[in-house]
């Protein structure tokens, strides 16, 4: 079986094929569909040099040496950072995997595409996933991408097995907009948002709700994890403690 490239020299063997399709075929019909594809397909490589898609200080390092000064060569770049070859190429699969995830559904639209609508569709598929950092799966809210897994079939189980994880994962699809729209007051919804968004209301009533939703009040000192009723209670508590009278 055939070893899979990273998705890294994916698009730069891409970028040559179609080049090549290009220069062969001055007068094929299709010509202006390659022009296209290639277009689409340099949007994608500005993307990954871009860099925008890694966090992590020494991965980021460790990949540009790897995407912009060792031509796409592990030894290099294990030579350059005095690791082992099977250390960069570890964390070139990891993160091949990672950005594969989020833009593979679209680029193989790209790369598949018979006509310019389709390819123009790819595009677009491509740019919103980028812009949201949500794969193209079509149904969730953007930002809970780290947090699911890579999708991986297992014909063990039912969707009975699933129910729990069904209606987990609900919460951030439709079942979303449900609650905030019809189980949310809007004028209450709307004042949390600006204490969050602004230096309006009490300083106390700002740093509170900061710490709630930066996860402050989900775990005790041993790490169990808090129901939401719980940490509202926390939340409370907190507010309380901050009137002097009560020390």
Not at 165 to 187: M, N, P, W
Request: aromatic residues 10%.
């Amino acid at each position: 079986m055939k070893h899979k490239p990273n998705i890294f020299r994916e698009v730069r063997d891409w970028i040559e094929t179609v080049q090549s399709r290009i220069s062969d075929d001055v007068y094929n019909e299709k010509l202006e569909i390659e022009h296209k594809r290639l277009e689409a397909v340099y949007e994608v490589l500005r993307y990954l040099g871009s860099l925008s898609w890694v966090s992590h200080q020494k991965t980021r390092e460790r990949m540009e040496h790897y995407l912009k000064k060792a031509d796409l060569n592990a030894k290099k770049t294990a030579a350059t950072f005095n690791v082992s070859v099977n250390a960069i190429e570890v964390s070139l699969k990891y993160v091949s995997d990672k950005v594969r995830s989020l833009i593979g559904k679209p680029l193989s639209v790209i790369e598949q595409a018979q006509d310019i609508s389709t390819i123009e569709t790819g595009l677009d598929e491509f740019r919103k996933v980028v812009a949201s950092g949500v794969p193209s799966y079509g149904y969730f809210l953007s930002g809970i991408e780290p947090y699911l897994p890579k999708p991986k079939y297992n014909p063990k189980f039912s969707l009975a097995d699933c129910t729990k994880e069904i209606s987990r994962i609900g919460v951030f699809a439709h079942y979303a907009k449900y609650v905030l729209t019809q189980e949310c007051d809007q004028d209450k919804l709307a004042h949390l948002l600006s204490l969050v968004s602004s230096l309006n209301g009490s300083k106390y009533d700002r740093e509170v709700l900061k710490l709630f939703f930066n996860g402050e009040f989900s775990e005790s000192d041993t790490g169990k994890y808090f129901k939401i009723g719980e940490q509202i209670e926390q939340l409370q508590q907190w507010l309380q403690n901050q009137n002097p009278y009560n020390a």
